[in-house]
Structures are given as C-alpha cells and as structure tokens.
C-alpha cells in the first residue's frame, strides 16, 4: 500500500547548505528512498525554487513570505504570523494524507478546525523561546534585542499549539524530555537530525591540522571560532584550520593575527568534506544549547578525532563518541595528545557501530512511518 506525507517546511530545503534545511532535505530523501510519496509545502525566504526536489516529491508548492513591520504586529510569533498563507490551507485540504510541520514557525495551521481529523507530525527544531532569548543575550543592536526578546515571550505563549499534534519528533533527548514534561499527554520521541551520510568515510592514518567548521556569518559560529583562535589554537604547535561560509571581517582579522592558523573561506561541498576527512583533530564548541548539531554528525560519520564541549554534546547520546572538553587548557592539552593518536581501523568500527542504526536516516525514515501507522489505527 503506497504511503503518502505532506510536509510543510519553513524554507525552500534546497540547496541543502545549513542545519535547519540540511533535516528537511535528507529526511524527504530518506523517506523518498523507503518508498513514501511526499508532498512538499514550502515558504520562500531568500532561496529561489529549487527544481532539484522534484526529484524526491510527488508535487512541491512554494507560498510566499508576508514579512515587514505589518507582519510584526501580532501577538503571534513573527515568524509564524509571516507563514500563514491561506493557499497552504487549501492545498493540504485536497488529500487526506498526515502532514508533517517543520518546526514552530511552520505550524499557524496545525490546530485549524479543518484540519481536527488528519495525523499531525510536529518536528521539533528548536525550543525556540530559549533559542530567541539567547539571540537577544548576545546581540548588540538595541532593535534586534527588542525583537528578539518580543518574539521569545510571543513563542512562549504560542508552543502550546504543539499539544495538537498527534505526534511530535525532538531533534534531541533533552529536548524530548523537556517536551514530555510540557506536553505530558503527548506521544513525544527522539528523533536525530536527518543529514547526508549514508555510511562512515573517516580515513584511517593520521595527519598534522586541526579543524573548526561552520556557517561564520551565524552568531554563534563566529563566537565558537574566536574563542578557539585566541584561547586553544594560537597555544598549538601545528596548523589550525577554520573554514566555513561568510567568515566576518572580525574574525579574518582575528586568524591574521597567528601564522599557525589558516581561514578556509567559503569552501565548496567536496573541500569541506576533505578537511573535515583529513584533519587529524576536529574541535566542536558552542556555548548556544539549542539548535541541531549537524556539524557533530557530518564529523563522526566522516571525520577523525573529536573535541566536543558539553553544551555541544548535550541530548546528542554522542559523548562517548568525543573527547569532552570544558576549558581551553582541556583543549588545548586534548589537541596535544590527539595530534599523536592515529585513527585506526578499529577506532572506526566502533564509532559505526554506535552510529548505526540509530543515526541512519532510512531507519529513522522508517520509524517515522511506523509511528504515523500506529498512531492512524
């Protein structure tokens, strides 16, 4: 019997470039790959239409975005109130099949009368209250704190719509367990991020760089990258790579300053893959607890050894995977002592058997649908 899923995603899921599309996509394709017909629903937001998901969806529907100053005055998150297209409605009227709302900002219908008797998925990408306070914690300009501070207190008020959904996905455990006590009648399960790799492709051997990786332009990366420039990798004998996208004026400045490291701008798909394959040491820090942890899983499936904080390692179930590290003198006295371990054979057996099935996406594809086949009945 075929199977069918809308799924309604804040963003257009192509190009497959940063954490919250990276889930999207690779989920529609593990799903596609087990047989699911999927329709997918997406807002345009800075990305043009993608022909390329076609090739995994049985239709695609793009709604616009109604942002500007009118779309801010609601007692609605923003970010929901600018994603409420009443065509999306509609389109998701024509079939009978469950929908699958991408995150928070997806869900304005998710508890219309109209749709009172369809299976509802809400995926979790976010606590988002915490994740706009954060934002506002950090930011510098009066306006956007204000913002960001109005738009916690408006998701605060608005998560309880997640009640009604008839299942919801957490994109890690802490995050379920916050979600089972919330939403205590609700079925809530962990469900990892979706992401590219279908089978392990770390090297074995040993070489001389250690890495950071990320998008450089978000917030949070940049902080990452200039806490472990000036406090780990200046006190390293050996070359530091940081590579990503839109590296800021900042923190070029800040990598000009030691000749031990190198900035990887804006590398394409494969070089970041062959950093990340070929560097003996990779070092993951964040001090943002929310979010996916994309780059974790794209350096355990590919990468060599890894230096993790706990904030980075949190709800992942990954810490045995990592070397944990708190402090810049851990780090820096870990990076040390990695730099001479060579990554074998048997390292990389281990690490698969931990990763799989749990972390495979056409397993996780399938739960889903085996959740939505009990959940039906």
């Excluded at 919250?20 to 996509?25: K, N, P, Q, R, S």
């Excluded at 934002?135 to 913002?147: P, T």
């Excluded at 794209?298 to 993790?308: P, V």
């Amino acid at each position: 019997m075929e199977k069918h899923l809308n799924i309604v995603s804040f963003n257009v899921p192509w190009p497959a470039n940063y954490g919250g599309v990276i889930d999207v996509f690779y989920k529609i394709k593990a799903l596609h790959d087990i047989g699911v017909k999927v329709i997918l629903h997406c807002f345009e937001y800075g990305r043009p239409q993608a022909k390329e998901l076609e090739n995994y969806c049985e239709k695609v529907y793009y709604y616009p975005r109604r942002t500007g100053l009118i779309a801010n005055l609601t007692l609605l998150p923003y970010n929901v109130n600018s994603r409420k297209d009443p065509l999306l409605l509609k389109h998701l009227l024509e079939n009978e099949y469950p929908i699958l709302f991408e995150g928070l900002h997806t869900c304005y219908f998710l508890n219309h009368p109209a749709l009172r008797n369809r299976f509802k998925i809400f995926r979790e990408c976010n606590i988002e209250h915490d994740y706009y306070r954060q934002l506002a914690g950090k930011e510098q300009s009066l306006l956007h704190n204000l913002f960001y501070e109005i738009e916690a207190c408006r998701f605060k008020a608005y998560q309880k719509v997640a009640a009604d959904a008839d299942l919801i996905l957490s994109v890690s455990q802490s995050d379920a367990d916050y979600l089972k006590a919330t939403f205590p009648q609700s079925h809530v399960e962990f469900v990892p991020c979706f992401h590219a790799n279908e089978e392990m492709t770390s090297l074995e051997g040993q070489s001389e760089f250690v890495l950071y990786h990320g998008k450089l332009s978000v917030p949070e990366n940049e902080r990452a990258a200039l806490y472990l420039i000036e406090n780990v990798f200046c006190k390293l004998p050996c070359t530091c790579v940081v590579a990503g996208l839109e590296p800021t004026k900042r923190l070029t400045e800040s990598i000009s300053k030691f000749p031990n490291i190198r900035l990887e701008a804006n590398p394409d798909e494969e070089k970041m893959r062959r950093l990340i394959r070929e560097a003996q040491v990779t070092t993951l820090v964040t001090f943002q607890g929310t979010g996916l942890k994309l780059k974790l899983l794209n350096s355990l499936f590919a990468g060599r050894h890894i230096i993790a904080n706990d904030t980075m390692l949190e709800g992942t179930g990954l810490v045995n995977l990592c070397t944990l590290c708190n402090s810049a003198d851990e780090m820096v006295d870990a990076c040390l002592q990695l730099l001479t371990i060579p990554f074998t054979h048997d390292i990389i057996t281990l690490r698969q058997e931990f990763l799989f099935p749990q972390f495979d996406c056409q397993e996780q594809a399938r739960k889903i649908v085996s959740m939505m086949d009990k959940g039906k009945r």
